[in-house]
């Protein structure tokens, strides 16, 4: 054990809100209103987000799960309908489903870019698959082009969830620009945030005309007027979000530049470390690094993965053992197919025969176990990346078989 941990400085954390911020809130609290519909600061946050993301219908929300719900709802899910789901992803990515009585199906992933498999997704279509929910992990592209060939030759809509994604390329187009219709989260631990916040937007007319009723009570503010044909929540975003979220976006190439940068450097001074898997990146993919996830090569290390990541904290290394504690499909919520009341209705009704007991995704399982999250930031230094590779190398060879 060394006395002195290898990375001796505290992790660099980036200052987030500062001038752009406040110069948008002054001039937000000489408004009339806070109202988002015609509000400035909304406006200039769609303004600003066509900037970033060629997206002719988009709809500022509450959050990025709200951004889901949104996309799901626009899509008219009939009861027990299936969206095919990364078995890895936040809860906000089915919640929606659920809400609409649709019944998200869980996928495997490959095992190094972390994303939905096709292969594996072409095995889940059923007759009720209506869309595939290409999460990008961490900020790495999905593979768009097999997924939305799958997409096409079996006429399902292909939802991108971009909320980890930011500033992410897929073939050197941002991503969301690819799919039916795409989602961004700006909650607080997203490259970029206000707090709480999402869009959901698409070049989609069809769908595009509706997002804003189906995140507003079905309310047509355009026609003006309460007369909803459709049950739908209120997700509205609020000025002060907007506010705060269209001055972040206009950092979001240099938080991406950073990133990106950060994420690289970490895989280049890792590259070659025995027992080291480290994240795939597709050739002419950008991934902008929202977290790095690497895994430890079965039976080459005499630590756990927890005892591993345990000796890298000790190094000072910024990390955490794994991602989220198991595969959604394992959650309580799951496992008990407690929706609504301890009932689940498309279930209890016989519309659908889930039984998300007997779901497996062997590889994201084998990820959960033996992936090692490193921290990455926009803040972080050469200087404090070296040691931050010199401490993986050092604890990986120090664990070596
Ligand atoms: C954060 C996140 C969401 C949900 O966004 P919120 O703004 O927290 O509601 C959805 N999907 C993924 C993949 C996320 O990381």
Request: proline share 7%; with cysteine.
């Amino acid at each position: 054990m060394s006395t002195k941990p290898i990375v001796d400085e505290p992790l660099p954390l980036p200052q987030r809100w500062g001038e752009a911020e406040l110069a948008r809130l002054t001039a937000m609290v000489g408004q009339s209103s806070l109202f988002y519909w015609k509000g400035p600061q909304t406006a200039a946050l769609l303004a600003e987000f066509r900037q970033h993301y060629a997206l002719a219908h988009a709809f500022p929300c509450s959050s990025g799960s709200a951004a889901l719900h949104v996309a799901i709802a626009a899509l008219r899910l009939q009861p027990g309908d299936e969206v095919i789901v990364p078995a890895i992803t936040d809860m906000g990515s089915v919640i929606g489903i659920l809400y609409q009585q649709g019944v998200p199906v869980f996928a495997d992933l490959e095992p190094h870019t972390y994303n939905l498999d096709p292969a594996d997704v072409r095995r889940r279509i059923t007759p009720k698959t209506r869309a595939i929910m290409a999460v990008h992990l961490a900020g790495n592209p999905c593979d768009l082009a097999a997924l939305g060939a799958l997409a096409k030759a079996h006429h399902l809509a292909l939802i991108e969830d971009c909320a980890q994604a930011w500033g992410a390329r897929w073939q050197g187009q941002p991503v969301g620009l690819h799919g039916d219709i795409a989602c961004y989260s700006f909650n607080e631990f997203k490259h970029v945030s206000c707090g709480d916040g999402g869009i959901v937007a698409t070049n989609d007319a069809r769908l595009g005309t509706g997002l804003s009723k189906w995140g507003d009570k079905y309310y047509d503010r355009v026609a003006g007027g309460r007369d909803p044909e459709e049950l739908a929540p209120n997700y509205r975003i609020t000025e002060p979000q907007a506010a705060v979220a269209t001055a972040q976006l206009t950092k979001l190439a240099a938080i991406t530049a950073g990133r990106v940068w950060a994420g690289e450097r970490l895989t280049a001074g890792l590259a070659g470390t025995p027992g080291l898997q480290l994240p795939a990146v597709r050739p002419g993919d950008t991934h902008s690094y929202w977290f790095y996830l690497l895994r430890l090569e079965p039976g080459r290390f005499k630590a756990t993965r927890d005892e591993f990541a345990a000796a890298l904290l000790a190094e000072g290394v910024a990390c955490t053992p794994g991602y989220i504690p198991r595969p959604v499909y394992q959650y309580p919520v799951f496992q008990n197919h407690n929706f609504f009341g301890g009932r689940w209705p498309v279930r209890d009704f016989g519309v659908t025969a889930m039984d998300y007991r007997t779901v497996r995704c062997p590889v994201a399982e084998a990820i959960l176990q033996d992936g090692v999250k490193l921290t990455v930031n926009e803040a972080m230094t050469e200087p404090y990346l070296a040691k931050v590779v010199a401490a993986v190398r050092q604890v990986a060879s120090r664990w070596a078989k």
